[in-house]
């Protein structure tokens, strides 16, 4: 067993946020959106559920679904990262409480899965009458603890507390006992514990907790599944979306090895692709590297959103085929673009994990194209609203909602914020990758000597980007500064996408205010020299507007263009443009920007002249950041526009 990553991650909390645009982000989290969901999580009875399983009430309404314990331990992960940046007694407290009323509904011999508890003669529909009997369709007992085991270790290293750490290794002695090899042989149907027990195995070091976590992934389409059929015609009755796929819907159809096409629910496939790529550092399995390998080029060459979504097909919140990418959502018929949220935090994990194998940066291309436009429009601006499909395109029905029955995006959203700086960089042997360009402060251990890294920007709307170093002595070491794709006219790593006129500008590098040639190797440039305390790093990308345009098989973008400057998609909202379907933008138009510091929390708009279609007349447009779209009230939207 392999225990070392070819690449390592910088911890999060060895990183601190001070520029504006993420550190906003970062305390409205803390102050905005976790009480809020919090909040919804108590007014929704899934913190109600907890007491009424573990006998704490004789109130008996539970929340709906049997996933919905999964929403409270996402939470908690969550708060567990914010407490370890900034102490908080009065949420610590809170959440104590919590996971006091989680320990009292575990069931002796460490079951927890409050719906059945609850009931359980008669557990809800989707269960099964039996423990683990609807375990690859809908139950969601493994999913829910999966993410019961990330929030207990999460909760224990921020705070040294050990209820919820003993909770989950009570319920993983459990799942030891009745899963594996010659037991039950049943794979996940929505994928989550695998992360999980990987996490475990992180914080305690037992190779079962690995072992285990292997074996759901290996047994994935190693036979046929009886009763498969009626488990999924029971399961379409609750969710119609589902998709008509027999084994495809949550990647069961194929052993994870033969996998060469992204199918299937997508949160679902990229939790899988995440905990493949764990396994196949740890075990160094070839077999496992190869499919993860056809699996992003099929993502990235023919089902990746310009904004980074994936998961195109509201018909299962599924990967579509090849080039199928259409922008509507129609709400009212469940069809068309969905994008969800959940998704696009998925496809940031893996690509990360991906980065973290291969060490090379368009895995961090597809990540930052995520994370400012696709994952961004998940939340409002305000930190109380969401989205949880992302469509490319709206007719002004659609709204970011304050929660939902389902509510998995907004307690994603809660987790992943606090963990953005630990994107930031990456190590790998005596050489520091700086990933983003994060206005931030950072302490790296580099071989038993500390670097502290200062990056100072007004990224993603200027593309100037400081950085200081100051090693604890002087010393040789590289420095790998990632050259993003659109800033080498690649907008991403396929060809299903292209800027129509590449530009001519470069890149401009000093170091100790001496020019530098720019030498790119694997999408870095890397500066090897013996650094000393003040050291400067100044490099600045040109951030021109780009017109998009999409493979000519993506029929949806046909004759279609979408601009974007730097890691920003933008679109264009009737508030600001009348007849927004009907706009035709000239190829030779000239187009300007300007940051507006009063609008949207402060962004950069793009104008200039387009063809009104309609009345063949000029006029002016404005175009806003794709991820702040819908918060002026009622509007129409579209990314793609005619040329």
Same mark, same amino acid.
Request: aromatic letters at 12%.
């Given at each position: 067993?392999?225990?070392?990553?070819?690449?390592?991650?910088?911890?999060?909390?060895?990183?601190?946020?001070?520029?504006?645009?993420?550190?906003?982000?970062?305390?409205?989290?803390?102050?905005?959106?976790?009480?809020?969901?919090?909040?919804?999580?108590?007014?929704?009875?899934?913190?109600?559920?907890? &007491?009424?399983?573990?006998?704490?009430?004789?109130?008996?309404?539970?929340?709906?679904?049997?996933?919905?314990?999964?929403?409270?331990?996402?939470?908690?992960?969550?708060?567990?990262?914010?407490?370890?940046?900034?102490?908080?007694?009065?949420?610590?407290?809170?959440?104590?409480?919590?996971?006091?009323?989680?320990?009292?509904?575990?069931?002796?011999?460490?079951?927890?899965?409050?719906?059945?508890?609850?009931?359980?003669?008669?557990? $809800?529909?989707?269960?099964?009458?039996?423990?683990?009997?609807?375990?690859?369709?809908?139950?969601?007992?493994?999913?829910?603890?999966?993410?019961?085991?990330?929030? +207990?270790? +999460?909760?224990?290293?921020?705070?040294?507390?050990?209820?919820?750490?003993?909770?989950?290794?009570?319920? +993983?002695?459990? /799942?030891?006992?009745?899963?594996?090899?010659?037991?039950?042989?049943?794979?996940?149907?929505?994928?989550?514990? &695998?992360?999980?027990?990987?996490?475990?195995?992180?914080?305690?070091?037992?190779?079962?907790?690995?072992?285990?976590?292997?074996?759901?992934? %290996?047994?994935?389409?190693?036979?046929?599944?009886?009763?498969?059929?009626?488990?999924?015609?029971?399961?379409?009755?609750?969710?119609?979306?589902?998709?008509?796929?027999?084994?495809?819907?949550?990647?069961?159809?194929?052993?994870?090895?033969?996998?060469?096409?992204?199918?299937?629910?997508?949160?679902?496939?990229?939790?899988?692709?995440?905990?493949?790529?764990?396994? +196949?550092?740890?075990?160094?399995?070839?077999?496992?590297?190869?499919?993860?390998?056809?699996?992003?080029?099929? @993502?990235?060459?023919?089902?990746?959103?310009?904004?980074?979504?994936?998961?195109?097909?509201?018909?299962?919140?599924?990967?579509?085929?090849?080039?199928?990418?259409?922008?509507?959502?129609?709400?009212?018929?469940?069809?068309?673009?969905?994008?969800?949220?959940?998704?696009?935090?998925?496809?940031?994990?893996?690509?990360?994990?991906?980065?973290?194998?291969?060490?090379?940066?368009?895995?961090? %291309?597809?990540?930052?194209?995520?994370?400012?436009?696709?994952?961004?429009?998940?939340?409002?601006?305000?930190?109380?609203?969401?989205?949880?499909?992302?469509?490319?395109?709206?007719?002004?029905?659609?709204?970011?909602?304050?929660?939902?029955?389902?509510?998995?995006?907004? $307690?994603?959203?809660?987790?992943?914020?606090?963990?953005?700086?630990?994107?930031?960089?990456?190590?790998?042997?005596?050489?520091?990758?700086?990933?983003?360009?994060?206005?931030?402060?950072?302490?790296?251990?580099?071989?038993?000597?500390?670097?502290?890294?200062?990056?100072?920007?007004?990224?993603?709307?200027?593309?100037?980007?400081?950085?200081?170093?100051?090693?604890?002595?002087?010393?040789?070491?590289?420095?790998?500064?990632?050259?993003?794709?659109?800033?080498?006219?690649?907008? @991403?790593?396929? %060809?299903?996408?292209?800027?129509?006129t590449p530009i001519e500008e470069k890149v401009r590098l000093e170091v100790n205010n001496k020019l530098i040639d720019l030498e790119i190797i694997e999408g870095y440039c890397?500066?090897?020299?013996?650094?000393?305390?003040?050291? *400067?790093?100044?490099?600045?990308?040109?951030?021109?507007?780009?017109?998009?345009?999409?493979?000519?098989?993506?029929? %949806?973008?046909?004759?279609?263009?979408?601009?974007?400057?730097?890691?920003?998609?933008?679109?264009?909202?009737?508030?600001?443009?009348?007849?927004?379907?009907?706009?035709?933008?000239?190829d030779n138009t000239q187009l300007d920007h300007v940051y507006q510091e009063e609008l949207l929390n402060g962004i950069v708009t793009i104008t200039g002249s387009v063809q009104n279609l309609e009345s063949n007349a000029e006029?002016?447009?404005?175009?806003?950041?794709?991820?702040?779209?819908?918060?002026?009230? *009622?509007?129409?939207?579209? /990314?793609?526009?005619?040329?």
């Open positions: 067993m392999n225990t070392v990553n070819p690449v390592k991650q910088i911890p999060f909390y060895l990183i601190k946020l001070n520029d504006k645009f993420w550190r906003n982000r970062l305390e409205t989290n803390t102050f905005v959106t976790i009480p809020h969901v919090l909040r919804r999580c108590e007014k929704s009875r899934r913190i109600a559920n907890f &007491e009424i399983a573990g006998g704490l009430t004789d109130k008996k309404q539970t929340s709906k679904f049997p996933f919905d314990d999964s929403d409270v331990f996402k939470i908690l992960e969550g708060v567990a990262y914010t407490l370890k940046l900034t102490p908080h007694v009065e949420l610590e407290k809170y959440v104590d409480e919590i996971i006091d009323k989680i320990a009292a509904a575990q069931e002796d011999d460490g079951y927890l899965y409050t719906h059945r508890t609850i009931n359980p003669e008669n557990p $809800s529909k989707l269960s099964g009458k039996k423990r683990w009997e609807e375990v690859t369709i809908a139950s969601h007992e493994l999913y829910n603890v999966g993410h019961l085991y990330e929030a +207990a270790v +999460a909760y224990f290293e921020a705070t040294g507390k050990e209820t919820l750490l003993n909770v989950a290794i009570k319920n +993983a002695e459990l /799942v030891l006992k009745i899963f594996g090899h010659g037991k039950n042989e049943s794979p996940p149907g929505h994928q989550e514990i &695998e992360l999980g027990l990987l996490r475990l195995f992180s914080s305690a070091k037992d190779e079962r907790y690995l072992n285990l976590a292997k074996f759901f992934l %290996d047994i994935r389409g190693s036979k046929d599944r009886k009763g498969y059929d009626d488990y999924v015609l029971q399961c379409k009755e609750a969710f119609p979306l589902m998709g008509s796929d027999k084994f495809g819907y949550n990647q069961t159809h194929k052993p994870v090895t033969e996998q060469k096409e992204a199918v299937g629910h997508a949160v679902r496939a990229t939790y899988m692709y995440s905990a493949m790529a764990n396994i +196949a550092v740890l075990f160094n399995d070839e077999k496992y590297l190869v499919a993860l390998n056809q699996l992003w080029d099929d @993502v990235i060459k023919h089902k990746f959103s310009i904004t980074g979504g994936i998961g195109a097909s509201a018909n299962g919140e599924a990967f579509d085929k090849a080039y199928i990418l259409p922008n509507y959502y129609e709400k009212s018929n469940e069809l068309g673009v969905y994008n969800e949220t959940c998704a696009s935090i998925g496809n940031i994990f893996w690509n990360f994990r991906m980065h973290l194998i291969h060490g090379t940066s368009k895995y961090i %291309d597809v990540l930052e194209r995520t994370l400012y436009n696709g994952l961004l429009s998940g939340i409002s601006l305000e930190g109380d609203k969401f989205f949880y499909p992302n469509p490319l395109a709206s007719e002004g029905d659609i709204f970011r909602k304050k929660w939902f029955f389902i509510a998995c995006c907004p $307690s994603n959203i809660v987790r992943f914020i606090p963990q953005i700086q630990s994107y930031i960089y990456s190590l790998k042997d005596s050489m520091i990758n700086i990933n983003l360009f994060i206005g931030s402060t950072a302490k790296i251990d580099l071989n038993g000597n500390f670097i502290e890294m200062h990056q100072k920007t007004n990224y993603p709307w200027e593309g100037l980007v400081e950085i200081e170093v100051n090693p604890s002595r002087s010393m040789e070491f590289s420095i790998a500064l990632r050259i993003p794709g659109w800033a080498q006219n690649n907008p @991403v790593p396929s %060809d299903l996408y292209r800027y129509m890397i500066i090897n020299q013996t650094w000393k305390k003040g050291d *400067r790093i100044l490099i600045e990308f040109p951030m021109p507007v780009h017109r998009v345009v999409a493979h000519d098989k993506v029929q %949806d973008c046909k004759g279609m263009v979408a601009l974007e400057r730097g890691p920003i998609v933008y679109c264009i909202e009737s508030i600001d443009n009348d007849n927004i379907e009907k706009l035709k933008l000239n006029q002016d447009f404005l175009a806003i950041p794709y991820h702040v779209w819908a918060h002026r009230g *009622r509007s129409e939207m579209i /990314v793609w526009m005619h040329h």
